[in-house]
């Protein structure tokens, strides 16, 4: 059975065309994320010995990017964005590969009829990444369920904005390593499972109010004059309404269609479990590197006065490690978060 451990990490710098740029095997700060439906980020720093540290003064931003590997295994890859080089030490901040897609606009135009989001996703991401691709694979791991059109413009808006809006639409994103997974917002796949044993300094349980909707209505382009509705009046909470403008979507059915993926979100108050600045416990049944976004935990708690026990969706991960020194010894802080809404209750 696997456990989650006490990990060690290790980084490697890669230029554009492959090669080893610097190995990074002391380091005194790591810190890796993993977020559903956005780019995540990543920091390093490190403590150059011998020739690395004037490798690491060649490093530049964007050129680069920054490999974690975590107990040897890759974790997290993605364009250094940021560098600070001081005495006996230098940090690389970098984001994942999700970032170059908000540096890019579509390359051509073209519209999709009644087609699985997971498709039109696929399409943005290969068309974004096709005139200068850093490396990157695309997964679909199982078809949105949610059907649309959508027409893109050669030249016009941010590809990583057209993927996020896409993404409120019935479809999740998430990136590990190179590789960007598409999932539909209904995949309940489980990693492992969580108790109070698992969290020995407790958690935190909250609801968002401000994310309950009830009767969505979406509206599409001008042009088309497409608009759309789902929902209405909940028995429990009664009516609460939210109009929202996707400019790619092209008619009405895909209109509604965007409606009701949006309402099976949020027709619920959305409840939250984060375990903040807890470390989960080594002996904890989960597998580190197996915490991904949109995948699920199934979790227990009795701790606060809001108990819980289900199964939750995977929204965000951080990872850090400290590198410690002669006195003290390295730690590694495993912190996840995970929220129910409508999807998950269904």
């Not at 997971?118 to 290969?126: G, M, S, T």
């Not at 489980?190 to 969505?216: F, K, Y």
């Not at 509705?229 to 009516?239: A, E, H, I, R």
């Amino acid at each position: 059975m696997a456990v989650a451990g006490c990990g060690t990490h290790t980084a490697r710098v890669v230029d554009r065309n492959g090669a080893t740029v610097a190995t990074a095997d002391v380091l005194t700060e790591t810190e890796w994320t993993r977020t559903l439906d956005a780019v995540s980020t990543a920091r390093v720093t490190i403590q150059p010995d011998g020739d690395c540290c004037n490798r690491l003064g060649r490093v530049s931003t964007w050129r680069h990017r920054l490999m974690i590997f975590r107990d040897e295994q890759y974790v997290w890859d993605g364009p250094v964005t940021g560098i600070s080089w001081s005495l006996g030490q230098v940090e690389l901040r970098a984001q994942d590969v999700l970032a170059w897609l908000d540096n890019r606009v579509p390359h051509a135009s073209r519209t999709f009829t009644n087609v699985d989001l997971a498709e039109i996703a696929a399409w943005l991401i290969e068309d974004g990444y096709a005139p200068d691709d850093p490396g990157h694979t695309v997964r679909v791991v199982d078809p949105a369920g949610v059907t649309g059109s959508r027409t893109y413009t050669i030249g016009v808006g941010q590809t990583g904005d057209h993927l996020r809006q896409l993404a409120e639409a019935g479809i999740d994103f998430t990136a590990i390593g190179s590789t960007i997974l598409l999932l539909p917002e209904t995949h309940m796949a489980n990693v492992g499972r969580l108790s109070d044993v698992d969290l020995p300094e407790g958690l935190e349980v909250a609801e968002d109010g401000a994310s309950l909707v009830t009767r969505w209505v979406v509206a599409g382009s001008e042009d088309s004059g497409a608009i759309g509705s789902f929902g209405g009046v909940d028995p429990y909470y009664g009516l609460h309404e939210r109009y929202v403008e996707m400019s790619e979507i092209t008619d009405n059915t895909s209109a509604a269609e965007a409606a009701k993926a949006r309402q099976r979100v949020s027709r619920v108050v959305p409840v939250f479990v984060d375990t903040q600045q807890v470390t989960i416990s080594p002996d904890a049944a989960i597998d580190v590197p197996s915490l991904v976004p949109g995948w699920t935990l199934d979790v227990t708690s009795a701790s606060t006065c809001r108990q819980v026990s289900q199964r939750l969706k995977i929204t965000g991960v951080r990872v850090q490690e400290t590198g410690g020194d002669e006195d003290t010894p390295g730690t590694e802080s495993v912190q996840v978060q995970v929220a129910a809404s409508g999807a998950e209750a269904a």
